[in-house]
């Protein structure tokens, strides 16, 4: 901007003819352009310092958000090949044994009131017999009860029993039954039930006809009958069994062994693995727990249908193409007074296999993965999205090339785990801001991270050595932890030499500031003396006299 005084004394000129307020106007429009280029200077400079101060506090705050993930310790050994009980966190997939709740047609039995004043108070003899027509009987379904039985002839010796095509005996007292006897060959249901009897031995004869065998409510201990072939409804239920008769493979046969409290999941397994059976309410029917997954002795009950899925484990084991197969074996999580929600998971072991991804399938309810000693880089992607993956909180997976747990952000695995172990790896960060959190919503969470060799800078020293040692709890390895770009572990990083940065040109910010305040200071004093110079002697000094005409000057000239 140029500014003209008219009113200046047309008398003084200088050598080159022009009046001496020309040079004065001059001298103030060079004046005002410097103090214009100075101020513009200053405040860009003050400008750059404030944004690289809040760019790097932001940095800082960034760095110090809480974290969001949970983590819990799992079994002391890295391969997870001990089996222990766990307390139940996972929701697993429900269980799909066939389940069949009544019992069918063909079996017979009658109502127990039909026994009241059987004999009209005459006392009855070892060759009395003790059975009646059922009412509504014909020549196709010839049905028959007995009651009170202490000896077979008091059924042998009613007339015409080979005639009979159903037979239920109510209240027998008998130490064991032949199943081999004459008196049950031509029968299509036979039902024993409310008695006291111990054992039943051998078996029906090849000859035999019956269908549906009912044995509930008699204390049976045991039963060494073998089934036959054409059996094809077997009630044991209300017993003191612990095993279930031999049954052919692939017998398509369904059974009912509700309430028999001493039963025993490991004879129930080889049955259940021996071929396809159907059993009567298999949520609801439980077995006790024993040696045959490696437990410990037990009272613990589980549902008949988890045995089923075990099954399953063995047969959708991952079997990865030109590595090799996975093992996969069951762990019990136990419910505390709840046995309908004891549940059966898996154990997958995918280790030292040389995988560079994650198996693209798991049995159902894998509740712990081991993926150690391998190749793999990535593990987000089936957690966020394969169901199969859904019910793990163990996850194995040391020494790998695993660059980030970024990818685990939002997954169910992050909001349930219970131990992930990720030592040795390519970790680059650490995200405190998805840890915080984590690990403070669920108390007994651990991770284990030594070995990853982190990018060190002013804020490791800073906030994540801080961040750490409050984390020794969930990160028990935190003080193996190291530098890439440094030969140090985190937890030695010293904050006065990290945080030391090379200098840059807005370290002197403040110097140049200073030169051009005293460069300013000195030019009004030199155009204050020219200005008292020009009106006391009525001349400008040499200097001023002889500055070069700007383009700006030439608008304020008349």
């Known amino acids: 901007m140029c500014i003209c005084f008219k009113d200046c004394p047309k008398q003084f000129k200088t050598k080159k003819n ?47 958000l809480p974290n969001m993930n949970v983590i819990v310790d799992p079994s002391n050994n890295n391969n997870g090949l001990t089996t222990t009980t766990t307390t139940e966190t996972a929701n697993p997939t429900n269980a799909t044994t066939s389940n069949v709740e009544t019992t069918p047609d063909f079996c017979f039995t009658m109502e127990e009131n039909m026994c009241l004043n059987f004999f009209n108070n005459t006392a009855p003899t070892a060759n009395t017999c003790m059975c009646r027509q059922y009412p509504n009987s014909n020549s196709t379904h010839n049905n028959w009860y007995c009651c009170n039985i202490t000896q077979l002839t008091m059924v042998s010796s009613c007339p015409n029993y080979s005639n009979w095509t159903n037979l239920h005996i109510y209240n027998m007292t008998m130490p064991e039954i032949d199943l081999s006897l004459s008196i049950f060959q031509t029968l299509q249901s036979l039902a024993i039930t409310d008695g006291n009897i111990v054992n039943i031995t051998k078996k029906f004869s090849r000859m035999n006809k019956v269908k549906c065998l009912n044995l509930s409510n008699n204390n049976l201990s045991n039963v060494t009958m073998k089934a036959s072939i054409q059996l094809k409804f077997l009630n044991l239920s209300n017993n003191n069994l612990t095993e279930i008769p031999q049954i052919t493979p692939n017998h398509n046969i369904t059974l009912d062994i509700r309430q028999n409290k001493r039963m025993l999941c490991n004879n129930l397994m080889a049955t259940i693995f021996r071929g396809s059976f159907k059993f009567v309410s298999p949520n609801s029917t439980y077995c006790l727990l024993d040696s045959a997954f490696n437990w410990f002795n037990s009272t613990d009950y589980i549902a008949i249908s988890q045995l089923d899925i075990i099954r399953r484990f063995y047969t959708d084991c991952p079997v990865i193409q030109g590595k090799g197969n996975c093992t996969c074996n069951p762990e019990h999580m136990l419910s505390a007074g709840d046995p309908s929600k004891n549940k059966i998971f898996c154990r997958v072991d995918c280790s030292n296999l040389g995988l560079t991804e994650l198996p693209p399938k798991l049995p159902e309810n894998t509740f712990q993965l081991n993926i150690t000693n391998n190749n793999i880089t990535v593990i987000g992607d089936h957690f966020h999205n394969n169901p199969t993956y859904q019910s793990i909180v163990k996850l194995f997976a040391d020494n790998n090339h695993i660059e980030s747990m970024h990818d685990l952000e939002g997954t169910q695995f992050m909001d349930h785990f219970q131990k992930l172990y990720l030592r040795n790896n390519h970790l680059k960060r650490l995200p405190e801001y998805l840890l915080t959190n984590v690990l403070d919503s669920n108390v007994g969470r651990v991770i284990f991270l030594g070995g990853n060799k982190l990018m060190c800078d002013c804020n490791s020293a800073k906030v994540l050595k801080l961040w750490l040692l409050k984390r020794s709890r969930d990160i028990p390895d935190y003080n193996e932890i190291l530098c890439r770009n440094m030969p140090q572990r985190i937890m030695e990083l010293q904050e006065l030499k990290v945080c030391q940065s090379p200098h840059d040109w807005t370290d002197y910010v403040y110097y140049l500031i200073a030169t051009e305040v005293i460069l300013l200071v000195a030019l009004i004093t030199k155009v204050s003396y020219d200005y008292w110079v020009f009106k006391t002697a009525g001349y400008l000094p040499w200097p001023a006299s002889k500055m070069p005409k700007l383009p700006c000057d030439w608008l304020c000239e008349s």
Request: charged share 25%.
């Open 18 to 64: 022009l009046p001496l307020n020309k040079h004065y106007d001059k001298l103030q429009r060079r004046l005002l352009l410097t103090l214009l280029l100075l101020y513009g200077g200053m405040v860009a400079i003050a400008s750059g310092r404030r944004m690289e101060e809040e760019n790097f506090a932001a940095g800082q705050q960034e760095s110090a």
